[in-house]
């Protein structure tokens, strides 16, 4: 009994510590970081280091357990936003699965150990319900920084944008605009920015191709969409210069319309707990009166 009681205690713990690792903001990996900045591998594919065993599950688990699309497909994009790779998300994945798994059976198990008769559907179905909620919480973790960390980035490259304008009205030319503005922070939506544009003149492409790839990986549609109108403007013959502005105003106004809206949301979601609140307050002060009243009658 009190061997299983320090398993279950362990796997609860373990399961905690998972859910907090969720919760907490990774650090960026140096070869994503590394990647983005050189034109070609640092050492050729032969002599790349091989993946432990670790990572070697977390790949067969990605491979073969993620579908295209729904509720079993792989955040790719908000994990390449979060600097996070596939194969430790599907390991988190898995270790709270046999968590939920496991942790429901001990309890039960305990339970009958100290003298009671729990029925075996119980523990089956709470194990069940357990592991697929909790499988599912790297899921929802990702995809709420992910959330958070694109709102963030539109706002950063906004302000990057402005920054171009004023380097190109200060006569800049246009590589040097995009690519010193980047530089003036170690904001992590500049540093991404920075590292687009500098592997591509590392590998003498066009910064705006840079900036359209970076978009589709993150799946941020203002980098896509910008980098798509400067390369039509700039066949045309346009001005980058009012190409910029345009994009500029049309991310702020979009900005300013998504704060008002959740701002509205937010105030409606309060009617609940404020009515709910008054409601108890009445209660609370008008009950000694209908008391008294109904005992006097």
């Known amino acids: 009994m009190t061997a299983l009681a320090a398993a279950a205690g362990c796997l609860a713990a373990l399961g905690l510590i998972i859910v ?56 790719r994009t908000d994990l390449a936003l979060l600097d996070r790779s596939a194969e430790r998300f599907m390991l988190d994945k898995l270790a709270l699965f ?28 709470a194990s ?21 960390h694109r709102r963030d980035f ?51 492409q066009q910064p705006w191709r840079a900036l359209a790839r970076l978009g589709e990986d993150i799946d941020v549609r203002d980098l896509v969409d910008l980098a798509h109108t400067a390369e039509i403007a700039g066949s045309e013959g346009a001005k980058m210069h009012d190409v910029l502005v345009a994009k500029i105003t049309g991310m702020r106004h979009e900005a300013s319309a998504a704060a008002r809206s959740e701002a509205n949301t937010r105030t409606t979601a309060m009617w609940v707990p404020t009515s709910l609140l008054m ?13 008294r009243l109904l005992g006097s009658g």
């Open 154 to 204: 539109r706002y950063a490259f906004a302000a990057y944008l402005q920054l171009v304008v004023l380097e190109r009205e200060a006569g800049a030319a246009l590589n040097a605009a995009l690519e010193e503005p980047a530089k003036i922070t170690d904001s992590w939506p500049f540093q991404r920015v920075h590292h687009a544009l500098t592997r591509a003149r590392h590998a003498q």
């Open 279 to 291: 409601l108890g307050f009445v209660i609370l002060v008008g009950f000694p009166f209908f008391s």
């Open 128 to 148: 069940l319900l357990l592991a697929a909620v909790l499988s599912f919480t790297p899921d929802w973790n990702v995809r709420s920084h992910a959330r958070q």
């Open 98 to 125: 046999i968590t939920g798994l496991a942790t429901p059976s001990l309890f039960f198990g305990l339970m009958a150990l100290a003298g009671g008769r729990p029925s075996w559907t119980l523990p089956v179905l």
């Open 20 to 75: 907090v690792r969720e919760l907490r903001p990774a650090p960026p990996r140096l070869d994503a970081a590394l990647a983005r900045i050189q034109a070609t591998p640092l050492r050729p594919p032969t002599a790349a280091a091989q993946p432990d065993g670790v990572d070697r599950i977390g790949a067969w688990l990605a491979h073969h357990l993620t579908r295209p699309a729904g509720m079993l497909a792989l955040p």
